[in-house]
């Protein structure tokens, strides 16, 4: 039979049908990031970095967080906020160190590619004493203690210091590594706090399926974006596959994204950034 033949009835059982609700990124739909993307423009206004101080009474100490607000920050408007995590060596210096948060957002914003929006980075190791040196397992217990301190502590704190909009559908969660594992643990379990996750390069502190997604119809309905992604040459790439693979299993939608020759390194985070960006806080649509 001809499959291109279509009867009238296929093409209106077609316009019908929804879109495919599994997306896999690619070359084309996301691409390498334009050159330039992560320099400075000397065009262009710019936001503002700086270092936030708030009590967090989960490790009963004061805690610091990199906050970054857009070009034209004003107490007039109320911003989205993206929590954005580090990985095991890191603290909430490692994106402004490494990534270029503040010059990928910066020419997004310029270039009207983005929502505009306020970027939250913070320390993801809620312990006194605990160093970004330490063995791993003696870290990992603190990266998993920091979803009390973000939901009970920090987030109160920006939203009492920082204009900004306090609705589920106006805060996202992501990050590289272990936050990216922390993202995609602390948002799939928070749904009433956060719409939008994005795991990037996840590390295996990634919970596992059940505890993941307790109610696949809840958060396929509450979710506005997750977003999976990894380089193909990461020794982390098995976590993101099997992530996608039960996501698949439980249809739940969510951007898949493979990273052709990608590292565990900062090409593959800031092109991750540049793409989740502006993704977030759109009106309702249908995912790339
Ligand atoms: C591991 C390997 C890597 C692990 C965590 C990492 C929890 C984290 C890497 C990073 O954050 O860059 O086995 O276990």
Same mark, same amino acid.
């Given at each position: 039979m001809n499959s291109r033949i279509y009867t009238p009835f296929v093409i209106l059982a077609m316009t019908f049908t929804p879109e495919p609700i599994f997306s896999q990124a690619n070359e084309e739909n996301f691409p390498s990031p334009p050159q330039g993307f992560d320099s400075r423009r000397e065009d262009i206004e710019r936001g503002k970095l700086e270092t936030f101080v708030y009590d967090s009474?989960?490790?009963?100490?004061?805690?610091?967080?990199?906050?970054?607000? +857009? %070009?034209?920050?004003?107490?007039?408007?109320?911003?989205?906020?993206?929590? *954005?995590?580090?990985?095991?060596?890191g603290d909430e210096n490692e994106w402004p160190r490494g990534g270029n948060p503040d010059?990928?957002?910066?020419? *997004?914003?310029?270039?009207?590619?983005?929502? +505009?929006? /306020?970027?939250?980075m913070p320390n993801g190791r809620a312990a006194k004493d605990i160093k970004s040196n330490d %063995?791993? +397992?003696?870290?990992?217990?603190? $990266?998993?203690?920091?979803?009390?301190?973000?939901l009970t502590d920090l987030i109160p704190a920006i939203e009492k210091a920082y204009s900004v909009?306090?609705?589920?559908?106006?805060?996202?969660?992501?990050g590289l590594s272990m936050g990216g594992g922390q993202s995609l643990n602390f948002g799939l379990n928070n749904l009433d706090t956060f719409a939008w996750v994005g795991g990037f390069s996840s590390a295996p502190n990634t919970k596992p399926t059940p505890e993941l997604i307790r109610d696949p119809e809840e958060t396929t309905r509450k979710?506005?974006?997750?977003? /999976?992604?990894?380089?193909?040459?990461?020794?982390?790439?098995?976590?993101?596959?099997?992530?996608?693979?039960? *996501?698949d299993e439980k249809k739940i939608p969510h951007i898949y994204r493979v990273i052709p020759k990608g590292q565990h390194d $900062?090409?593959?985070?800031k092109s991750d950034l540049f793409h989740f960006a502006q993704l977030l806080f759109r009106e309702p649509q249908k995912m790339k």
């Open positions: 009474t989960t490790v009963g100490i004061k805690r610091k967080a990199s906050v970054y607000t +857009p %070009p034209g920050y004003s107490t007039s408007q109320k911003y989205p906020v993206l929590y *954005l995590l580090h990985g095991i060596g010059l990928i957002m910066d020419n *997004l914003f310029a270039d009207k590619k983005a929502v +505009p929006m /306020v970027v939250v %063995p791993i +397992p003696k870290q990992s217990p603190a $990266f998993a203690a920091f979803e009390k301190d973000l909009k306090t609705n589920r559908e106006s805060r996202a969660l992501a979710l506005r974006l997750l977003y /999976v992604a990894c380089g193909d040459k990461d020794s982390l790439f098995r976590i993101s596959q099997n992530v996608h693979k039960m *996501l $900062f090409k593959v985070w």
